[in-house]
């Protein structure tokens, strides 16, 4: 009775009746091959504190000078994101103390960034396209990592990552699910990866992701106090970070409790966040121009220059795929998922019309071979001039599809100087008997199985698979199949 009265009491959460707010800041460190205001070496995996020197580390007397590249690759992601680009750029400096900071401060911009406006086109929880309106971009440079697993007594510091280029790209709060959250940060990352100017792996820390969250009643147009949610290591985790963070937040509303403005920690082995600090012990970064970079400024035939040089973008490419060479949205979105496949397929229809079966190709037989040998695209020795003998091959009629993914796509893969044309010949695969060949190899096959011929004449027909795989054994292959199932239906017809 006691347990009962208890359940009577327990109160039913109504999480059906709140919505999600999330904005997103990610940071991104730019593929340059020095760091933002040192020659010193932009390298991840390199022994701790030897990408250093007395510039990135700030000592008196060293004077930072501008990696101009890291400009560039922000402008390429500006206008990749449809954003207005600043042609007057300014940096400020912004102050705190931490181990890992050996300046004492970050070169970054505060109230003008180099990037403002623009958006990225997602898929919501319907599948349907939205829109994720951009805040802001703006370059800094990195600090440098605390390591807390390696010592059981002391964090250890490693310095090789302080000045390392960043972009941070800063979304509205458009953001309605965890679902959207992570096929934004999806989006972005293949679209930096598109343009080259980061790699995108968060398990490397090259990708940041800060979660700003909130939650409302459905239908209230008002914003409610939010939260930040960091330290998270893959896209994944993001989302998980979401999901928990909307619950706690909801469950804290619904008892009575109230949300307050605070830093977050996320854990990704319980899956839950943490407080790491409130808003009223946030820092005092104390902004202010910094004093040894002078404003640059971009002209606008450079901003015209980096457009023209733009490469081809994932969301331009999947329209390209559906509406002019005809493949369907699913095909155009799986080979544009990592810009090494999409440019090794624009490589192929570049060299042939059969665009659907080249699209087939690459995602059944070749994608098939890649997983049984335990390679990526980039480790492919297949030529897309390969592949295309081979589509001309099948479109000819000379080799069946089956044939060709079994015997030739092999040797092909370890054999960059083969051709389609020569394996197929030297292995004896091409299909050349002629019809006369075919009907009398047919009339052999219908002669040895007259009971069975007897019945698909009384109606089953699944047995012309039978025929058929009589016929291509008795013509070792040389029979093509669209020939040889067009003679046997016609004798079986007499």
């Known amino acids: ?37 040192s020659s010193d070496a932009n390298l991840f995996g390199e022994l701790p504190n030897t990408l250093i020197s007395p510039i990135s580390l700030g000592h008196p007397g060293t004077l930072p000078m501008v990696n101009y590249h890291s400009i560039d690759c922000a402008i390429q992601l500006g206008l990749a994101m449809n954003m207005e680009i600043h042609p007057d750029i300014y940096f400020a400096r912004k102050n705190y103390f931490y181990a890992d900071l050996p300046k004492g401060y970050q070169i970054t911009q505060d109230k003008t960034p180099i990037c403002t406006g623009g958006y990225l086109d997602i898929k919501d929880e319907n599948d349907q396209v939205k829109r994720i309106m951009i805040t802001r971009a703006h370059l800094e440079e990195d600090a440098g990592k605390s390591m807390h697993d390696q010592d059981p007594f002391d964090t250890l510091i490693d310095l090789n990552r302080a000045g390392v280029p960043l972009i941070e790209v800063v979304s509205e709060p458009d953001l309605r699910s965890s679902k959207e959250a992570y096929n934004y940060l999806t989006e972005l990352r293949k679209l930096v990866r598109y343009l080259g100017i980061c790699d ?29 949610v960091k330290n998270m290591n893959s896209i994944r985790n993001v989302q998980r970070a979401i999901e928990h963070e909307m619950r706690r937040q909801i469950e804290l509303v619904e ?13 990704a082995a319980t899956g839950t966040t943490q407080s790491m600090r409130s808003k009223e012990r946030a820092h005092d970064y ?22 023209k040089d733009l490469p081809a973008l994932p969301q331009a490419l999947v329209n390209k795929y559906i509406q002019e060479l005809g493949l369907s949205d699913y095909d155009a979105l799986v080979i544009t998922q990592e810009k090494e496949t999409a440019l090794w397929f624009e490589t192929v229809v570049s060299k042939t019309k059969e665009y659907k079966m080249a699209a087939n ?54 054999d960059t100087q083969a ?60 029979a093509n199949p669209k020939t040889a199932s067009g003679i046997l239906q016609k004798l079986l017809e007499k």
């Open 1 to 37: 009775m006691e347990v009962m009265a208890e359940e009577k009491h327990l109160k039913t959460i109504p999480y059906d009746e709140y919505e999600l707010v999330v904005g997103l800041e990610v940071h991104m460190q730019l593929s340059t091959k020095s760091k933002a205001y």
């Open 200 to 228: 995108g792996n968060m398990e490397e820390g090259s990708m940041r992701c800060d979660a700003n969250i909130s939650v409302r009643k459905k239908g209230d147009p008002n914003f409610n106090t939010r939260c930040e």
């Open 255 to 267: 008892n009575g409790g109230t949300v307050v403005q605070e830093t977050r920690n996320f854990d």
């Open 286 to 307: 104390r902004y202010f121009p910094e004093p040894d970079i002078l404003p640059l400024h971009i002209t606008k035939e450079k901003i015209a220059s980096i457009a």
């Open 361 to 414: 190709w690459l995602m059944g037989p070749i994608k098939a071979l890649l997983n049984e040998r335990a390679l990526d695209i980039v480790d492919m020795t297949l030529t897309p001039e390969q592949l295309v003998g081979v589509i001309e091959l099948i479109s000819s009629g000379k080799v069946s599809s089956s044939t060709a993914a079994e015997k030739i796509l092999p040797v092909l893969f370890d």
């Open 419 to 478: 051709t389609a044309q020569d394996t197929a010949q030297k292995l004896n695969l091409i299909q050349d008997a002629d019809d006369s060949e075919i009907e009398s190899i047919a009339q052999e096959v219908l002669n040895a199985w007259p009971d069975k011929v007897a019945a698909f004449k009384a109606g089953n027909k699944g047995l012309l698979g039978l025929f058929m795989g009589e016929l291509m054994k008795k013509s070792q292959g040389k």
